[in-house]
């Protein structure tokens, strides 16, 4: 006997060429597992510098940085902007996932070291 019972998919069917049904059924549902390319840059990774937490309770923001991790701009600006509070209505992470998140900024630094001069940061020239 067996125990499998077919249910139909109480979501809305997805027609080809209906991108405004496809719009927002993907708003509704965002991507929040892990990525294969994420788990790929995470076991890159030391061991002692792997965001295992951050993987866990935060996968969407891992994948985002598995994918930024090549662009020394990009990924410097997002994980700045995950530390740091601009709009003050932040909930905050847990501290292991800012252990974590620290811990890649630095280890980041370390591999990718940023050469420019303070004029070119301040937009001037010498």
């Known amino acids: 006997m067996n125990d499998l019972e077919a249910v139909p998919d109480p979501r809305p069917a997805i027609h080809a060429g209906d991108d405004s ?3 927002r059924r993907r708003m509704s549902e ?9 788990f790929a840059w ?3 990774l030391p061991l002692e510098i792997q965001p295992r937490t951050l993987l866990y309770k935060f996968p969407r923001i891992a ?3 598995a994918a930024m991790w090549q662009d020394p701009n990009s990924i410097r600006r ?3 902007d995950l530390l740091v509070d601009r709009r003050g209505s932040r909930q905050g992470f847990p ?3 800012l252990r ?11 591999m990718h070291p940023d050469s420019s001069q303070p004029w070119e940061v301040m ?3 010498a």
């Open 21 to 23: 049904n496809w719009t």
């Open 30 to 38: 965002p991507a929040n597992g892990l990525l294969k390319p994420t």
């Open 42 to 44: 995470a076991s890159s």
């Open 63 to 65: 994948n985002l940085i």
């Open 78 to 80: 997002y994980v700045d």
């Open 95 to 97: 501290v292991e996932v």
């Open 100 to 110: 974590e998140l620290f811990q890649l900024r630095a280890y980041y630094d370390e």
């Open 123 to 125: 937009g001037k020239k």
